[in-house]
Each structure stands twice: as C-alpha cells, then as structure tokens.
C-alpha cells in the first residue's frame, strides 16, 4: 500500500503542461494529448485558462473526452510591460504614466533604433517622442518599455455594470445603529485608492520573457497573480470613473515577506490621505496593514485570505474570500435542501482519525447538518454516519436508499485512491460524493469516475460563467498575448463591487456590508459580521457538481 502511494503522489507531481505549440490562424496554442485520469477542469488549473474557454476551442469536448484525444489550449504568457517599477523607491506610489488600457507598449529589443521602431510600428519619430517626451538615441535603451501607440477607447460593456445588478445598490443608506462605530468621513467626489500588490519588481528586472516562449517556462506565479487582479482592477476602475467621480490608484509593490517595507508603508505619511485599501493579499502582510486602516477609519479590504481572525475587533475590515468552513456549511446546507430526503443516508468518511483538521470538519459539519435539521422541525435524532475510509463506507452503505458520501480531507494520496475504489464499488449503486473542490483537479482522478459519482463541491468563484466577460477578455488576449487567470475576474468584480458602493454613498457604507448583498458573473457577496466591532466575512458561493461529463453550477444559492 505504501508503495501505490508512492506512486500516485509521484503521477501528482508529473503532470506537466504540453511541449507541442502551433501557431493557428496568428493564435499559439498548446495542443495537449489528454492522458487517462486527466479531468478538463485539471486542464484549466493546469494552464490557468478557464474552463468554458476550452469548451469554447474544443466542442467536441462538451460531448466526451478520452485518452488521446487532442485539444487546443491558449498558450498564457503575460507581458511584464504594463508596469513598470520607479528606480528610486521600494514603493510604487502610483500607477506608471504608461495606461496598458490606453496605450500600445512595447520593450526595445538589443540594439533597436528609433528609426527601426517607427518603421516597425508605422509611426512617426514624432508621434513616439510626443508619447514619450525625452526619448532620444542616448536614451533609448535595451528592455526600456515606451509608448508605441494610441489604443481605440472602448466603450464601457454592459457585463461591467451589470455584476452589480443583482440587488439594488442605489437604495438608501440603512438607518444608522447608535451601537455602531460612525465612519465620520463624509462623502465626496474624488477618492484615494491604495491597491497593494506582490509584484517582486526586483525579481521581474531579470525576467526575460523571450527566453520563456523560447523554453515554454512559465512565468513567475506571484507576480503574475498581481499583474492580473491589478489588470481587472484597473478595468473597473476606468468604468466607473466620470467627470463627477475621480479614483486615483496608488499601487505599492508590497510582499508578505518583506516586513521591512510593511513597516514603512504603514508609517507612510500618503496613507492618511487614502481613502480605500485593498490588500495585500496575504494574512502576515494584511494584519499590520488593517491595524493602520482601523487607526485612521479606513476601510480596507481582503481580497484572498480565508481566515476570518483577521475581522476581530476591527469594523472596517472586510474579506472577500470564504473561509474553509463557510464552504463546508453550504456544503451541508446543499445536502439538506437538494439531497437528502427522510429515506436517506448520509456518510461521512474520514482518512485518518489522527488528523486533527479533517476532525474538526467532521466535527464541525455534523454538528452544523445536525442543528439545521432540527431547526427544520426534523425529529431524526442524528442521520450522519462517520466512518474510516472506503471499507466504512462499504459496512455503512445501504442498498435501498440514495447514498450521500462526504469527504471533507486534504490527503491528495489518500483522496486519490478512495475516489477510484469508490467509484469502483458504486457501479450501479445510488452514490453520490461530495467534498472540496481541490479533488476535481487532482490529475490521476479520472473524469468517468468524477461524472459517475455526481461529485459535488462548493467553491467561492462561478467558475462557468468566465464566457460573461468575452469582450474584456478579447482586449485582454489582444494586449497580453494570453488568456487571463481567475484573478483578472477577481480584482474586476471586486472593484465593481466596493467602488459602485462608494460611489453612491461615500465611505460611510462598509459599516453595513451585510446590507448590500451582490451577486457577480464570477462572485457572490453576501457579508456577515457577528456583532458591531467584528468586520465582514463574505460567505457568498456556489455549488458545483459533475454531470455528463461537464462541471456544473447548481440553481443552490
């Protein structure tokens, strides 16, 4: 048995990205031959292209998918060139002059001339030193990133407006609570926006992308995720931004690890003057930051940490990102509402009664199905079943009724194999799986096994609905050469969401977050808080499951 473990955490680890790129029609894609276990959702985290967008190049994907069988993936290598870090400070205290949304840019290669540039790109010398004022011979250098040319202004696309729609955010403010904290800034026209990113501009000065198409590496991920979240964010920006309502972005290159700049960015005197902070990204950077923000009644905002310790004594924080166990209740809300009925059984199995963590879900979800049952008037003293692995669901299972089998661990080896032996013993059985969404994407989980089981899981993106966002990702791809990764969606919505909210009623709204429920193209917001000196958890998500050989989004909200 040690040795098949062995083994599947080795085929885990192996799965690599295709060697063969085609150019088709001016467009590389990597054209994968899908090997057996492999899932189409794998694929998707695999080459970070969404899901949808690989239906979209393979049809015939939609009906079956078998070993060997070819498919066209978009090949995503970012460009560094959007931003571009200034020499003489650690911080990037505002966005570059040079706006990727409105402006061609381009990185002079070895040796290039201005001559060469003008003529590669049709221009004159004097449009590129219009754009570029102080560009001449002495100063044009090798990987220097100018202006190349005007883009056409696009128009705003109804999908931008629209992820707001779901609710009435124009209502009126609701009637202040005497218990709460008054945010006492007042509402006006023109907002300071702090965005703090990890982009390691240190590390992208010796990035050379040419030598990563050259050698299909990939990009650096952390600055990558930045590039992306600031590039949706940036998006939104520009469309809510009217001669009546200003948003300046100061972006700050900050990174969890570096302690040094956190500190000097919270002492930063431009931080009094911010109205809104988004980020960073990660709990260690985010704890000192949210200190600052509750010093000043800023409200401030965590884009991707889960853990809900952050909102402690602290109204002006809220996060965006379920925590694990606000994906665990929905998952066991789900199963009341959509799956289980009176006749039916529901299994819990567990990998190892020895991992704490998995213990405390079980724990923790029994606990939660058990009291949401009574509070529905059920009488069945307790109907969850915790049992040890696949030979504890094969004693637990009974054949008359539909089988609900919840595994709620993180062990990939362990998760491996019980989904296959499980879908093995569940031929012609009444079994349904449910867990979390990391097991859709293991590689050596095949896809019949997950389509057999129904597999079902929560996750806090719509990862479907990316197809929504067609226009702004056509621009994105024609700017980036790439499809966008999830947290071009993210940083989009995100902004959409928060900014629409300030716009209509000043700062004053994040002390009622739990009032402006929100439904995206790729989130939800729906904000809880426990009390009035706690800040705001997001438990806003969908359900998943996989039928007919395609990932699903449920009508469960």
């Known amino acids: 048995m040690l040795v098949v473990g062995f083994l599947i955490q080795l085929n885990i680890q192996a799965q690599t990205k295709s060697t063969v790129i085609k150019n088709i029609d001016g467009v590389e894609y990597y054209i994968h031959s ?177 030598a990563l198409v050259k050698n299909k590496s990939n990009f650096p991920s952390i600055p990558s995720l930045a590039l992306d979240f600031y590039l949706g964010f940036k998006r939104a920006v520009d469309s809510l931004s009217k001669p009546d309502f200003s948003l300046s972005v100061n972006l700050y290159d900050i990174d969890d690890k570096d302690s040094a700049k956190l500190a000097q960015t919270v002492v930063d005197p431009k931080f009094e003057k911010t109205d809104f902070i988004f980020g960073p990204l990660h709990i260690y950077g985010f704890k000192p930051m949210a200190k600052m923000a509750k010093d000043f009644q800023t409200p401030i905002v965590s884009p991707l940490t889960s853990q809900n310790k952050i909102l402690f004594d602290n109204i002006f924080v809220s996060k965006t990102n379920p925590s694990q166990f606000t994906l665990m209740e929905e998952l066991a809300d789900y199963c009341i509402d959509s799956l289980i009925k009176t006749s039916e059984k529901i299994i819990l199995a567990v990998s190892s009664m020895n991992d704490k963590r998995e213990q405390t879900f079980v724990k923790a979800f029994k606990k939660y199905y058990n009291d949401k049952q009574l509070l529905k008037g059920k009488t069945l003293k307790d109907t969850i079943q915790v049992v040890r692995g696949l030979v504890g669901v094969k004693g637990a299972y009974k054949s008359d009724v539909k089988n609900i089998v919840i595994v709620l661990s993180s062990n990939e080896v362990f998760i491996s194999d019980f989904t296959t032996q499980l879908a093995i013993f569940a031929q012609k059985k009444d079994i349904t799986l449910c867990g979390w969404e990391s097991v859709s994407s293991l590689e050596n989980i095949d896809q019949e096994y997950l389509n057999q089981l129904h597999y079902t899981f929560p996750c806090q993106y719509n990862l479907t609905n990316t197809g929504a966002y067609k226009n702004m990702v056509d621009e994105y791809k024609a700017d980036q050469n790439a499809f966008p990764s999830e947290y071009f969606f993210i940083g989009f919505d995100m902004a959409i969401y928060y900014l629409n909210l300030l716009k209509l009623h000043g700062p004053g709204y994040v002390i009622y977050l739990d009032q402006f429920p929100s439904e995206s193209s790729y989130m939800r917001f729906k904000f809880v808080h426990p009390d009035n000196n706690t800040g705001f958890d997001n438990r806003g998500g969908y359900i998943f499951t996989y039928t007919d050989y395609s990932l699903r989004l449920t009508g469960w909200k």
């Open 34 to 210: 899908i090997e057996k276990g492999q899932s189409l959702y794998s694929l998707s985290k695999l080459y970070n292209v969404p899901l949808d967008e690989i239906y979209s190049l393979n049809p015939e994907a939609k009906v079956s998918t078998k070993p060997g069988q070819e498919l066209k993936i978009p090949v995503r290598i970012p460009k560094i060139a959007v931003i571009t870090p200034t020499a003489s400070t650690q911080n990037i205290n505002s966005v570059n002059e040079i706006d990727s949304t409105k402006y061609k840019v381009y990185k002079v290669a070895s040796k290039e001339t201005i001559y060469a540039i003008t003529k590669k790109f049709k221009i004159s010398e004097i449009e590129l030193k219009r754009w570029n004022p102080g560009l001449n011979a002495q100063t044009l250098k090798e990987g220097q990133v100018i202006i190349v040319g005007e883009k056409k202004p696009s128009s705003i696309r109804s999908v931008e407006m629209a992820t707001v729609a779901s609710v009435n955010l124009n209502e009126k403010m609701p009637v202040a609570d005497t218990n709460k904290i008054v945010i006492r800034k007042e509402k006006k026209n023109a907002y300071q926006l702090a965005l703090l990113l990890p982009f390691r501009f240190d590390e992208l000065e010796n990035v050379d992308v040419q």
